[in-house]
């Protein structure tokens, strides 16, 4: 039994004969809201039940325009003896017609005075034939009013039009009648919908007609491409057919996502192809036709240069079924990267390129691994000699230093970069930091032009001192006191300003406001990398990240380290990780598995980066135990098939970490007895007992 909440609205002519109406079908008056009386009234319709609120026009001013679209169904009292009755409700009509959904509505004819003296068969007739979408009903009196409202319940359910089930037998030859007409006129949808409606009639009645009118209701949809709606009215007809619709279906919306797919439209394309895949491996269950959509799914993603989508896809797929799309698709994400840099869009192909190296490793697809990480020191390499181009010269040192870690980490085939290198070196020349010039000056390959450069930076470095010798000199001779003075005041000036914005922070921090003050001293830090202080800048940021990490705003902190120069990097991580590992394990009370899940992968990226592989496999360690109360949580949630897949999938997701991450000599086990113990006994409350052994057989092998 399910239970359904809508918004009914009752409209007519006369408020007075409404509010009397409503208020003796209901046995209360309701409640007044000034241009309307509402009511709350719960229908049982079939196996279901609606809570209704009821709201009931009874003043002119009520603005109709803005309550109809908001409501799930319309009732409206109509008296046609009266002509102004008669011409109001042709007033507000188009108004309902004009939503761009449909509500379904009903009309009473209603005298209170009596009983209408008019065919009640020419007015029923009257609104079939013309409002073929509307059910009409005449001389109800308010005792039988639940008729009208069960009625309109089960139309709002079924998002249907209504229907009077007791003189259906009536409407059944105008359908037909309607359909034909509608046929002859190549009105297929409408004609289609009167068939339907003639065999939901059928149906009801036991009309031997009824297999015959489906069947040409589901041509009838067919004809306009609405397979779905076809099988539906073919489910308990010919469940073959019905099936053999759903499958055009299924078929239609991948021609679509073809025709997005040769536009270009790539994104829209992947929706398509993974919207049908989701449907079909409910609704077909036919492996290959759902493998295939996945595929094109993720090959239409990899299009899209959204390569995060199509590895998400490959979540949900069996693990043998990943590692052949991964071997297939390794060339398309480096033609997507190709394409990237054609459009000069380099940090994007870098992010792409840094995904799939991330996935192929943690699956040890070692041939494709080699060609990506081939292709990633390509992309960078073109990024670096753009940001030499650019004067980015930090920017670009930095990417050097990624190219140098991809060279040692996987083996890449060298380039020789010192022409390039040496253009680099020579803008930090221009800019006088002879300290970068010359640690850049050591990763040349050319001994000759290795000390060629040193030469030169030696000449330059005399000069550039001996100049600001003399300027020192100068200034000396101006006034040795004053310049002393003046920079024991600047350095007074910034701790006093440094002391000023910690002790703001520290206050923030004390309210929980652990953003706020991070970032009020990475604006501080900001300011002395301005004026060159860069050592004064890294000790007030690393400041700003340890606030960050005590309010356990990971998300920040990674983004805040980054400002770090290359240097304190490594110390500051080195120095942090006892308090860093304790607020992970502080993880492990949150329900949030996938912030915690970026939070670990981002933690292991930022240490493996600076080298710090022992941090790394103790992260590593523990994110493998959130992995596994996650398992175990969702186990104790959903104790049937989808919990099982659900928690295997994260079970092969540990071992794929463990397997990236820790070294395979060390041989640290990783036990999964909960899990299976849980698994087990889960699989004995389904009666799969065959099962419920291979798991408890797993606990015995796991000792």
């Not at 030499?388 to 670009?396: E, G």
């Not at 493996?608 to 104790?636: C, G, H, P, W």
Request: contains cysteine; proline residues 2%.
């Amino acid at each position: 039994m399910s239970t359904f909440y809508f918004r009914t609205l009752i409209l007519g002519a006369d408020p007075n004969t409404i509010h009397f109406y409503i208020s003796r079908a209901f046995g209360e008056a309701g409640e007044d809201h000034e241009t309307y009386f509402k009511w709350y009234k719960e229908t049982k319709v079939l196996d279901d039940i609606c809570d209704l609120e009821i709201d009931a026009i009874t003043s002119i001013s009520a603005d109709l325009d803005e309550i109809i679209p908001m409501v799930d169904g319309i009732i409206y009292f109509l008296n046609p003896t009266i002509q102004e009755e008669s011409e109001l409700f042709e007033m507000i009509l188009p108004d309902i017609f004009s939503v761009k959904r449909d509500i379904p509505t009903i009309i009473i004819f209603y005298d209170q005075n009596g009983i209408l003296p008019i065919s009640i068969n020419d007015l029923l007739t009257h609104i079939w034939v013309n409002f073929p979408s509307l059910e009409a009903f005449a001389n109800l009196p308010p005792k039988d009013f639940h008729q009208a409202l069960q009625s309109l319940c089960l139309a709002m359910i079924n998002g249907d039009t209504p229907l009077n089930i007791e003189n259906a037998w009536m409407r059944f030859p105008i359908f037909i009648q309607m359909a034909n007409i509608y046929f002859n006129n190549q009105n297929y949808y409408y004609a289609a919908q009167a068939i339907r409606k003639a065999a939901l009639i059928a149906e009801i009645y036991n009309k031997e007609e009824f297999f015959i009118i489906s069947e040409q209701a589901a041509y009838l949809y067919s004809k306009i491409n609405m397979y779905l709606e076809a099988s539906k009215i073919l489910e308990k007809v010919d469940r073959k057919k019905s099936n053999n619709f759903k499958k055009l279906y299924a078929d239609a919306i991948i021609r679509e996502g073809n025709l997005f797919f040769n536009k270009n439209e790539y994104e829209r394309a992947a929706r398509n192809y993974e919207r049908v895949a989701q449907w079909s491996s409910i609704e077909l269950l036919e492996r290959m036709f759902i493998h295939e959509a996945f595929r094109l799914a993720i090959n239409s993603w990899i299009s899209a240069c959204r390569v995060e989508d199509a590895f998400r896809i490959l979540q949900s797929l069996p693990h043998k079924g990943v590692i052949v799309i991964l071997k297939e698709f390794s060339d398309k994400i480096g033609a997507a990267a190709d394409y990237l840099v054609s459009i000069n869009n380099f940090e994007l192909a870098r992010e792409q390129l840094y995904r799939a190296v991330n996935r192929y490793q943690r699956e040890d697809l070692f041939e494709e691994l080699k060609d990506l990480t081939s292709k990633l020191v390509d992309v960078l390499i073109v990024l670096f000699k753009q940001q030499i181009n650019d004067q980015k010269n930090h920017a670009a040192k930095n990417t050097f230093d990624e190219i140098e870690n991809l060279w040692d980490s996987y083996k890449v085939k060298k380039i020789n970069l010192d022409s390039t290198l040496e253009e680099l070196i020579n803008h930090f020349f221009e800019a006088n930091n002879f300290r970068m010039a010359t640690i850049l000056i050591d990763k040349l390959n050319s001994r000759k032009l290795k000390q060629q450069i040193s030469k030169i930076r030696d000449e330059l470095e005399d000069k550039y001192n001996a100049l600001k010798k003399k300027e020192v000199e100068d200034y000396i001779n101006k006034g040795i006191d004053i310049l002393r003075d003046f920079f024991v005041a600047e350095i007074d000036i910034i701790a006093e300003i440094n002391t000023q914005e910690i002790n703001k922070a520290n206050e923030l921090a004390k309210q929980n406001k652990y953003l706020k003050a991070a970032k009020l001293l990475k604006n501080q830090a900001g300011y002395l990398k301005r004026i060159g202080k860069e050592d004064i800048k890294d000790q007030i940021l690393t400041k700003s990240l340890d606030i960050l990490l005590n309010g356990l705003e990971f998300e920040n902190f990674f983004l805040f380290f980054n400002e770090l120069s290359v240097n304190m990097k490594t110390k500051y991580l080195t120095r942090i990780f006892p308090k860093y590992f304790q607020n992970l394990q502080e993880l492990r009370k949150s329900e949030d598995f996938k912030r915690n899940e970026k939070i670990f992968e981002s933690s292991n990226r930022i240490y493996r980066n600076q080298m710090l592989y022992d941090q790394s496999k103790e992260i590593t360690l523990i994110f493998i135990k959130v992995i596994k109360q996650e398992a175990l949580r969702i186990l104790e949630i959903e104790e049937d098939l989808s919990g099982i897949s659900k928690a295997t999938t994260l079970e092969k997701n540990a071992l794929n970490i463990k397997s990236a991450y820790l070294d395979k000599e060390e041989n640290i086990e990783i036990k999964f007895n909960k899990i299976y113990k849980k698994i087990a006994e889960i699989y004995i409350e389904l009666d799969d007992l065959h099962l419920a052994h291979i798991y408890n057989d797993k606990i015995e092998k796991a000792g």
